[in-house]
């Protein structure tokens, strides 16, 4: 198999960026996310795809509710700040405007853009990441808007490098 030419596939979809956020037992999470997408209709149900190294997938363990923003293309900085930092060692939430959704899932107002979703499964099928699967609980649009992309964040690096595991698969 060529790996250029899977990457150049994954690269031509530049797929829409956004942050998700979760809570258990009191402690916050959120990480940037690329791989994520609808997966029914009806009911509505929605997955996103958790990088075993981010603590976002830790936390995500013992979470019943996740929240899922949709950035915009003037959420650059927000991108950062998720993408960047390792929720380790800091709180990526000081400093932004945050609601408690269902679940104790924080919802970050700058991000109006956004699905409150309910844990039906996850799939570790042995890669870099764990698919959760869920039931939209709400949503809530600001209106039509240009999502952020893949290609816009290009040059973040990382908070953790996706062969990174705290956990021992």
Request: with cysteine; charged share 20%; hydrophobic share 35%.
């Amino acid at each position: 198999m060529s790996d250029q030419a899977f990457e150049d596939l994954m690269a031509s979809l530049d797929t829409a960026m956004i942050v998700v956020t979760t809570a258990a037992e009191d402690e916050r999470a959120g990480c940037l996310v690329g791989f994520h997408a609808q997966s029914s209709i009806s009911g509505q149900h929605y997955s996103v795809w958790l990088s075993k190294a981010n603590h976002t997938y830790r936390v995500s363990l013992r979470a019943t509710h996740f929240a899922v923003h949709f950035l915009t293309s003037s959420d650059l900085a927000l991108a950062e700040r998720f993408g960047t930092r390792s929720g380790e060692d800091t709180d990526k939430f000081e400093g932004l405007q945050t609601v408690t959704g269902d679940g104790g899932v924080p919802l970050i107002r700058e991000l109006p853009n956004r699905m409150v979703l309910e844990r039906i499964a996850t799939l570790d099928d042995g890669g870099d990441h764990v698919c959760v699967t869920t039931r939209v609980v709400s949503s809530h649009s600001g209106g039509a808007f240009s999502p952020l992309r893949l290609s816009d964040c290009s040059h973040l690096d990382a908070g953790h490098a996706s062969e990174e595991r705290a956990i021992t698969p």
